[in-house]
Nanobody, 123 residues
């Protein structure tokens, strides 16, 4: 069974950094598309950073470009999201997701989701 478990969220001051981890199991990571998403209550879930398998590129939301970095360790079956220079508007529940196809970075394209980890950026 495909499973994803996020960790690493927490409370951080503006300008601080966090590293989120997504431990995966039940599938071979290298053959799946993976990405990070976030959601604020009352708003639609949005793609933050995704590996785009169709062309081998990485998608980043404009709001996080230059600050966030997605990476993966296929040996450990883990996906990471390094978040630097965090801003209050980055506060959200962050989810990792995967799909056996080759989606972009739209939430509806992904079939498997973790439970999420909360990130709160505040003084």
């Amino acid at each position: 069974q495909v499973q994803l478990v996020e960790s690493g969220g927490g409370l951080v001051q503006p300008g601080g950094s966090l590293r989120l981890s997504c431990a995966t199991s039940g599938f071979t990571l290298k053959y799946y598309t993976v990405g990070w998403f976030r959601q604020v209550p009352g708003k639609e879930r949005e793609g933050v950073a995704c590996f785009i398998r169709t062309d081998g590129t990485i998608y980043y939301a404009d709001s996080v470009k230059g600050r966030f970095t997605i990476s993966k360790d296929s040996t450990e079956n883990t996906v990471y999201l390094e978040m630097n220079n965090l801003k209050a508007e980055d506060s959200a529940t962050y989810y990792c997701a995967t799909d056996p196809g080759m989606p972009g970075c739209w939430p509806l394209e992904y079939d498997y989701w973790g439970q999420g980890t909360q990130v709160t950026v505040s003084s």
